[in-house]
T-cell receptor
Framework: DAKTTQPNSMESNEEEPVHLPCNHS???????IHWYRQLPSQGPEYVIH???SNVNNRMASLAIAEDRKSSTLILHRATLRDAAVYYC??????????????FGTGTRLTIIP | NAGVTQTPKFRVLKTGQSMTLLCAQD?????MYWYRQDPGMGLRLIHY???????AKGEVPDGYNVSRLKKQNFLLGLESAAPSQTSVYFC????????????FGDGTRLSIL
């Protein structure tokens, strides 16, 4: 499976945008980029996913590099509730019927009031 | 909506005891999963199921058994608990379509003494 690399931790001020990077230099053409986050003492929560084009939803935006070797999760206006561990995960759409998520150690995001 | 419910939330066992963790989902999802999370690590897949009556091994299946007798329930069993199985266990479910997000429960914290 293609792997992802994320910084161990990041800090951001409340009400400012946050850019969480993810490197996936060995990504294949059939890999989707998924982001999940895990708040303290909770299970992971789906945030967003994309293949080639940038994606937006109510929670965040996903910016994907043109060569797809990296991506950035963007939280437009961080709140204290966004403090969590953020996981960048690759899912091969050919694995349909053999579903699994391979979690790394993620990025621990701290929001400073 | 209840979503994914895990029972119990906490449990302490002695080495050699057996127990069953229950996962119930009310979203009519075909796919269900059991993960474990150890300190400082991401989640690792134990077993999963792509439909009622079917199960498959994940990344770390040894020491665990599962059953999916009803579509809404996925049971994880420890026949003879070992201290190495001390962990937080998460259940998840998803639709049986390509790239659908997984919905997680809040976890079961299990300690084996």
């Amino acid at each position: 499976d293609a792997k992802t690399t994320q910084p161990n931790s990041m800090e951001s001020n409340e009400e400012e945008p946050v850019h969480l990077p993810c490197n996936h230099s060995t990504i294949s053409g059939t890999d989707y980029i998924h982001w999940y986050r895990q708040l303290p003492s909770q299970g992971p929560e789906y945030v967003i996913h994309g293949l080639t084009s940038n994606v937006n939803n109510r929670m965040a935006s996903l910016a994907i590099a043109e060569d797809r070797k990296s991506s950035t999760l963007i939280l437009h206006r961080a709140t204290l509730r966004d403090a969590a561990v953020y996981y960048c995960i690759l899912r091969d759409f050919r694995d349909f019927g053999n579903e699994k998520l391979t979690f790394g150690t993620g990025t621990r995001l701290t929001i400073i009031p | 909506n209840a979503g994914v419910t895990q029972t119990p939330k906490f449990r302490v066992l002695k080495t050699g005891q057996s127990m069953t963790l229950l996962c119930a989902q009310d979203m009519n999802h075909e796919y269900m999963y059991w993960y474990r999370q150890d300190p400082g690590m991401g989640l690792r897949l134990i077993h999963y199921s792509v439909g009622e009556g079917t199960t498959a091994k994940g990344e770390v299946p040894d020491g665990y058994n599962v059953s999916r007798l009803k579509k809404q329930n996925f049971l994880l069993g420890l026949e003879s608990a070992a201290p190495s199985q001390t962990s937080v266990y998460f259940c998840a479910s998803s639709l049986d379509r390509e790239n659908q997000p997984q919905h997680f429960g809040d976890g079961t914290r299990l300690s084996i003494l």
